[in-house]
């Protein structure tokens, strides 16, 4: 079913700071750094650039040729593409993978806004590592207040969408994403400079290979793809609404530099502050919400620089969000024919549903485990360790092994200026051999973590 005006991104800025907005999120500010700091520093970093180069690119390549050629919604996609085939249901794993990660994303999301809050009122000031870690264990068991931050960040999400994918999607990143660059440009110079933070910076950039372990592998590659927002549909909804002139291995791989460089400056941010203070950066996901607050509160101008990392939080999360919500609303105009505003609330009301079970999960709900993990835990890993490498997965196949080697070609070749004959043929062989091997590796090595 053909639809009669379909929205579309205004120019090829607004596309690639959109698609760069999606990628730029917690993963980079939360994930990275403290997987960095787990798993020996610069080793991880070094196969996370490989990754991000050798397989995440042509995936990323491939979803956007798969959404610009169908102008679709991730189901219609494959419906056009396969049609009356079961290739369709692929695109039903990826508009429920959106749903979970949604629902704790937004979790995580609405703690920064408890954080900002926090910060401004300088509530941080002459504590200690251990208080700002209880506060953090308080903050995040209590029940109402986790919530209520929640509620808000979701409604601030859906009002965004709600605007369309013009005036809402692409003017609100045209808007955040250069402040967000700024922001944390300023925050690495800060605490990059203090004293003792080189140690740190030689953590990261100098390969200790004893670190190595197949753990830095895939732990590397999983993070990658959530990082670039892959498997889920997120790439191919927003390149259904690029404009057929625009060049997409341009738009790929600048939004690719710019998640990576934005990771880089990110760790570069947080890790040699924390060397510098004397803490350790093997803390896992304590490290923004715990160790961060304490260096900030130790250091001179430290409140101010608090509220701008919190704030930098904040938006990298909400420019992540819409695009979460996008493919689920994306989905429901266009199959169903639900009127924007009613697909957005609808969407928004059940993934904070959702949502409010991982946010108590964390305090009155602790003890209720699916296969000994939390709710959060739980949508955390089926999300990230299933329908992630499982939709990808499938994706990946059908790019490789389906769609035809003309479509690809004639697509990247749009807007430009060249044909993209080479390029093609490295994409298909990536999603043909090499992607799919990788991915499963990912797949199996969340299971045996079970
Ligand atoms: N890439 C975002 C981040 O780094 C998160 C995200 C947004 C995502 N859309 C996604 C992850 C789609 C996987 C798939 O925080």
Known sequence: MQHKSREGFNSRLGALLAIAGSAIGLGNLWKFPYMVGDNGGSIFILFYLIFVVLIC???????????????RNIFGAFRKLAPNTSWRFVGVISIVAAFVILSFYSVVAGWTLEYIFQSVRNAFAGQTAEQIGQFFADF???????LLWHIIFMALTACIVLFGV?????RCSKLLMPLLFLLIVMLAVRTATLPGAAEGIQFLFRPDWSKFSTQTLVGALGQAFFSLSLGMGVMA????YIPKKEPLVKTAVQSSIADTTFALI????????VFAFGLAPTQGPGLAFVALPTVFQQMPGGTIFAVIFFVIFLLAALTSSISILEVQVAYWVEEFHVGRRKATLLTTLVTAAVGVFCSLSFGVLSDFKILGKTFFELMDFLATNVLLPVGSLLFVMFVGWRMSKATMHRELSMGAGRKMRAVSLVIFFVVRYVA??????VLLSGFFKL
Not at 237 to 240: E, G, I, P
């Open 166 to 170: 013009r005036r809402g999607i692409e």
């Open 140 to 146: 995040s068991s209590s029940t109402f207040r986790p």
């Open 237 to 240: 909804t927003y390149a259904s």
């Open 57 to 71: 690119l042509p995936v990323m390549l491939s979803e956007l040729v798969f959404g610009r050629n169908t102008q």
């Open 266 to 273: 990110a760790a570069v941010a947080i890790v040699p502050a």
């Open 436 to 441: 799919p091997i990788a991915i499963v590796l």
